[in-house]
Structure formats: C-alpha cells, structure tokens
C-alpha cells in the first residue's frame, strides 16, 4: 500500500512539472537587447545591461618607418591613375591646319619593280662580223650580248647611262674586281651632294655596295660592267654610264670572260 502512495506522488510531481515546462515554453521572456555596433565580439553585444551599445575599441597601430626613407604626403589625393587613361586621340589635318600646324607628309616608298622576264639570261642568235669572246652592249635596247661560236650569243639584261651620260666607243677589260670597293668620283660626289644626297668617298665591298658582286674596268676610263644591289632597275637607263647587271647574270659573264676581251657600246 505504501509502495502504491509512492508511485501516485511521484506521478503526480511529474505531469506538474510537465506542465510548468510546457506553459514555460510558450511564456514571455524579455527581449534580448543586440548591439547595433555589430563588429564588437558576440559576448560583449550580449552584456548584462540590457540596452547599452558596446563599441568596438580600435588600436592605433603606429607604422614602422626604415631610418633614411622619407614618405611624401599628397598634396591632393589622386583621382586617377593616368596609365589607364584612354590615349589622345591626333588631331586630323583639317584642324591641325586650322591650328596653324601643318602635319608632315608621310615618306614616300621606293617603288621596287618586277623585272621584265625578257631581261633575264637566253641563248639568242647572232650573225654579226664580231668574233666570239667578244661583249656587244646595245644601250637603245639595254642588252649585253657575249659573242659565242656556232652563230649564237649570249643575252642579258643591262641598266645602261640615263640622259646626259650616254657613251659609245669600244675597250677591252683591263682588270677583275671580286665585290670590289666603290670610290665614287668627285665629279659625282659633287652633283649628289647638290640634289641632298651624301657619298661617301669610299665604301669597301659587300651586299650594300652598288657595284654589286663583281666588276670589269672598260679601258683606262671610269665606266664598268658591275653588279648591283638595286635589280629592279635592270631594263632602264638608270646610271651614271656604267653598265649595271644583276648580280647573278655578273657572275656568269665574270667566269666566262678574260681580262683583254673587247668591249663595243653601241
């Protein structure tokens, strides 16, 4: 009989502390009061005085400076960093001109022909009273034909003397140059110098000189038959008097003729 007391009481304890729980959960409690400084630590904006804002305490962190460098304040603070500003755009030449600023014609091109295939080298017929062995050069047509045997010859292309510094006579070659050296003559240097070109009065041989690969002297006179380092003007009256070649039709002439051969410029 006791035991059975016992159990209704504790029963009973329990269903009224099952009670008092439940109506808990559902009761009022007072509002939890938040910092708005929300960068203060969680603990410290839930203080034990309800409604006081806690702030945050900032440190003052002292910048360490090297000894001997100086740091230069801005005037004014930047507002923008010029090397991604958009480039100035050139002013065209309508306003440029209306500026007083006249713009600097662009510098021509040199003009770099084809040369015309009929120049290049070709086993042609001859039946003229020259003996072969012997180098015929029309300037009307600008050819150089070697006089070959068996009625034949053979034909390049030349750059002959332009107006003013035509020729015709007839020497022998009296010497062989291997990319010889280039002195212009004085005469020359003073005609260039007034049209504002500048010569120099020596230039050793090479790819640049204008003699090209090889040359043969005509004679005890200035004219030659040389390479050139300007092909494109093969077929033209373009120099001084020389007979201009391509460097690879000079070369073949060069192995195929010997000092003392005769020369006739027509």
């Not at 400084?37 to 804002?53: F, I, T, Y």
């Not at 009273?129 to 180098?135: A, L, M, R």
Request: with cysteine.
């Amino acid at each position: 009989m006791k035991h059975l007391f016992l159990l209704g009481a504790t029963a009973l304890a329990v269903s009224m502390a099952s009670a008092a729980f439940a109506n808990d959960r559902y009761a009022e409690r007072p509002p939890v009061v938040v910092s708005p400084d929300l960068s203060a630590p969680w603990v410290m904006q839930l203080g034990q005085q309800p409604g006081k804002v806690v702030r945050r305490q900032v440190r003052q962190v002292r910048q360490q400076i090297p000894a001997g460098v100086q740091v230069q304040p801005y005037a004014t603070e930047p507002r923008f960093d010029q090397r991604y500003a958009p480039a100035k755009r050139q002013a065209q030449p309508d306003a440029q001109r209306t500026a007083g600023i006249v713009a600097p014609a662009p510098a021509k091109r040199e003009v770099r022909r084809q040369i015309d295939p009929m120049y290049l080298p070709q086993q042609v017929s001859y039946d003229g009273p020259h003996k072969p062995g012997t180098i015929i050069i029309d300037t009307k047509q600008n050819f150089l034909f070697l006089v070959q045997a068996n009625g034949e010859a053979r034909r390049y292309g030349v750059g002959t003397g332009k107006p003013g510094f035509e020729w015709a006579g007839t020497h022998k070659v009296t010497a062989k140059r291997e990319w010889p050296d280039w002195r212009p003559p004085a005469e020359m240097i003073v005609r260039e110098r007034a049209k504002g070109r500048v010569l120099p009065v020596h230039m050793a041989g090479g790819p640049e000189n204008p003699l090209g690969a090889r040359a043969m002297y005509l004679g005890s006179t200035l004219y030659r038959i040389h390479g050139t380092n300007q092909p494109w003007t093969i077929g033209g009256a373009v120099s001084s008097g020389c007979i201009r070649m391509r460097n690879e039709d000079v070369v073949d002439l060069y192995e195929r003729v010997k000092i003392g051969t005769q020369v006739v410029v027509m």
